[in-house]
C-alpha cells in the first residue's frame, strides 16, 4: 500500500466522513497529529481510539487503510496492540489467521523482536482456536526462546506469552506446565481486570489442575492466590476446602467433601488417584507433626495416620520417597520407616502453631542439657 501522506490522509478524511458524529473529534485529532508528524502524540491518540469499544466498526478499517501505511513510524508494541484489537472483530478464525500471519511478518525486525514475540503469540492462540496444536507449539517455542535473549520486556509481553502457553497445555490435558504457565500469567496481570467470570473460570481451572496432577503435591501458593477467594459463594467453593483438606493431610475433611468428586468429570476419572494422593498428604503431614528424632514409624502407625491398609504401606512409602516427598529409608523386615527428611511447603495457621510447639520444645530441651552440663561439670569450669 502507498505511504504517500497526501494519500493517507485523504483515505483518513473519507473515513472521517463516513464515521458517525461520535467519531469526528478523536478522528481529526489523528489527522492533526499525522499532519504534524507527531507519531508520539498520535500513537496515544490511536490507541485511545482502538481501545474504545465502540469503534469496532471502524477498527479495521482504520487499521488497514492508514495505521498500515505509516507503521513503522509508531511503537511496535502498541501496532501490535492495535492489531490485537481489530482481530476481535473479525467472525472468522480463519480470518484472524491470515491478519496475524501478515502482522507477525510485518513486525519481525531486528529492532523490533518484543513486537513480534507479542504478535507471534497472538498467531498462536489463534492455531489453537483452529486446533492445529503443534503448529502453535512451534510458535510459541520460537517465542520462548527469543523471551529468554531479553533482559527486560513489557509485562504485556510476558502476559500474553503464559496465557497462551497455558492454554495450549490445557488442550494437551497436561495439568503441571498448564498449572505453573497460569499462575505465572496471574502474576503479571492486574487481577482486578478480570470479569467475575473470567476470575471463577481460572481459579477453577487451576483447581482441578493442582488436584489431579502427578506432579503436584504443595497446594500453599494456590491457596493464598487471591484468585480463590472468587470461589466463594459460589458452586464450586468446595473446591477450596478440598484444596485445603489436601495440603494438610486432613482425611477427615477429604471424606466428607468427597462425594462432590462425581460432580466434576475430570475429578471422577481420577477418583482413586485422588484418594492415593490423600493418603500421600496425610502421610507427609504425619511426619512432619513429629520432631526431627521421633520420625521412625511402624507400618501399622502409618497405617492408621492414612487409613491405607497394611498390604499397601510399603507401596505409598515407596511412592513418597520416589515422588520426593520424603527422604529416609524402609525396613521391610522390621516393618519400619525411617525418615530424615519431608518437603517443605507451605503451611496453615494450624501448621504454623504445631511448628511453634515444636521449637517450643526443642528450646526446653536445649535449656534442660544446659542446665545438667553446667551442674556436672562445676569444677571443670572453675579449674
Not at 513486537?115 to 520460537?142: F, G, I, N, T
Not at 478480570?194 to 491457596?223: K, T
Not at 515422588?323 to 530424615?340: F, K, M, P, T, Y
Amino acid at each position: 500500500m502507498s505511504s504517500d501522506p497526501e494519500k493517507t490522509l485523504q483515505r483518513l478524511a473519507d473515513l472521517r466522513e463516513k464515521a458517525p458524529e461520535k467519531f469526528q473529534a478523536p478522528l481529526l485529532a489523528i489527522e492533526d497529529a499525522f499532519e504534524k508528524k507527531l507519531w508520539h502524540e498520535l500513537t496515544t491518540h490511536l490507541v485511545e481510539f482502538f481501545a474504545d469499544d465502540e469503534t469496532e466498526d471502524v477498527r479495521l478499517r482504520l487499521f488497514t487503510n492508514f495505521v498500515s501505511t505509516f507503521s513503522e513510524k509508531v511503537n511496535a508494541l502498541k501496532y501490535v496492540y492495535m492489531g490485537l484489537l481489530v482481530a476481535e472483530d473479525l467472525d472468522e478464525d480463519s480470518d484472524r489467521l491470515r491478519f496475524f500471519t501478515e502482522l507477525t511478518k510485518k513486525v519481525d525486525k531486528p529492532t523490533t523482536q518484543d513486537a513480534y514475540v507479542y504478535s507471534l503469540v497472538a498467531l498462536a492462540d489463534v492455531k489453537l482456536q483452529l486446533k492445529e496444536l503443534d503448529e502453535a507449539r512451534k510458535d510459541l517455542d520460537k517465542a520462548e526462546s527469543i523471551l529468554d535473549t531479553f533482559d527486560s520486556v513489557e509485562t504485556e509481553v510476558h502476559a500474553a506469552f503464559y496465557r497462551t502457553n497455558a492454554r495450549y497445555y490445557q488442550a494437551k490435558l497436561e495439568f503441571a506446565p498448564f498449572y505453573r504457565n497460569a499462575l505465572l500469567y496471574l502474576a503479571c496481570i492486574d487481577l482486578k481486570t478480570l470479569s467475575i467470570e473470567e476470575a471463577q473460570s481460572r481459579a477453577y481451572d487451576l483447581s482441578l489442575a493442582a488436584l489431579v496432577s502427578d506432579s503436584i503435591y504443595n497446594f500453599g501458593e494456590l491457596l493464598l492466590h487471591p484468585i480463590l477467594d472468587s470461589l466463594i459463594k459460589t458452586k464450586h467453593a468446595w473446591l477450596r476446602d478440598l484444596l485445603s483438606a489436601y495440603n494438610s493431610g486432613d482425611l477427615g475433611a477429604y471424606n466428607r467433601l468427597e462425594g462432590h468428586l462425581s460432580s466434576v468429570k475430570l475429578l471422577e476419572e481420577h477418583k482413586h488417584f485422588l484418594r492415593q494422593k490423600i493418603s500421600l498428604s496425610a502421610l507427609t503431614e504425619a511426619v512432619f507433626r513429629r520432631s526431627p528424632h521421633d520420625r521412625a514409624m511402624t507400618f501399622e502407625t502409618i497405617a492408621k495416620e492414612t487409613q491405607v491398609s497394611p498390604a499397601e504401606i510399603e507401596i505409598l512409602i515407596m511412592k513418597a520417597l520416589s515422588l520426593g516427598l520424603l527422604r529416609g529409608s524402609i525396613d521391610q523386615v522390621a516393618e519400619i520407616a525411617r525418615i530424615n527428611w519431608v518437603q517443605p511447603k507451605v503451611l496453615n495457621m494450624s501448621q504454623i502453631e504445631n511448628m511453634r510447639s515444636r521449637l517450643k520444645e526443642w528450646d526446653s530441651s536445649v535449656n534442660q542439657l544446659g542446665n545438667w552440663i553446667e551442674g556436672v561439670g562445676k569444677e571443670v569450669w572453675a579449674s
